[in-house]
């Protein structure tokens, strides 16, 4: 099912959100920018540079600054049916420079029961 994610009603791109896991209310997949992406990209690659891929080399001033600024976007997560999902926090691990263009997962903590009763059983409410 295709998810959308938006910044003030700006589309920034959408997952099918493919690996769920509905006892820990986390969500993750593949992430497909948008038009709209141009303008989050630098906070999320922010994150990349504070975490990157090899171990050890973590950076907690720049990981504190990525929490501040991706807190401040305040995006939106919306399903197929453009219904606006509740969440807890929003992630894209954008990797882009290091491992191409399919390099992007999204990773979303939902907090809504409904949502994941929908997603389980299938069924549209």
Same mark, same amino acid.
């Given at each position: 099912m295709r998810?959308?994610?938006k ?6 791109g959408?997952?099918?959100? %493919?690996? $769920?896991?509905? @006892?820990?209310g986390?969500a993750r997949?593949?992430? !497909? ?5 141009? +303008? ?5 690659r922010?994150?990349a540079?504070a975490m990157?891929? %090899?171990? $050890?080399a973590? @950076?907690?001033e720049?990981?504190?600054r990525y929490? !501040? ?5 305040? +995006?939106e997560l ?8 509740p ?5 894209i691990?954008?990797y882009?420079p290091?491992a191409g263009?399919?390099?992007c ?11 994941w ?9």
């Amino acid at each position: 099912m295709r998810h959308t994610l938006k910044l003030h009603g700006v589309t920034v791109g959408w997952s099918d959100l %493919e690996d $769920g896991e509905p @006892d820990l209310g986390r969500a993750r997949g593949r992430f !497909r920018p948008g038009l709209g992406y141009e +303008l989050v990209q630098p906070v999320f690659r922010l994150f990349a540079e504070a975490m990157p891929r %090899e171990e $050890g080399a973590r @950076d907690e001033e720049k990981l504190e600054r990525y929490y !501040r600024a991706r807190d401040a976007l305040q +995006l939106e997560l919306y399903d197929a049916e453009d219904r606006r999902v509740p969440t807890s926090a929003i992630h894209i691990a954008d990797y882009t420079p290091d491992a191409g263009d399919g390099a992007c997962e999204l990773d979303v903590l939902i907090t809504d029961e409904a949502y994941w009763r929908r997603r389980v059983n299938g069924v549209e409410q």
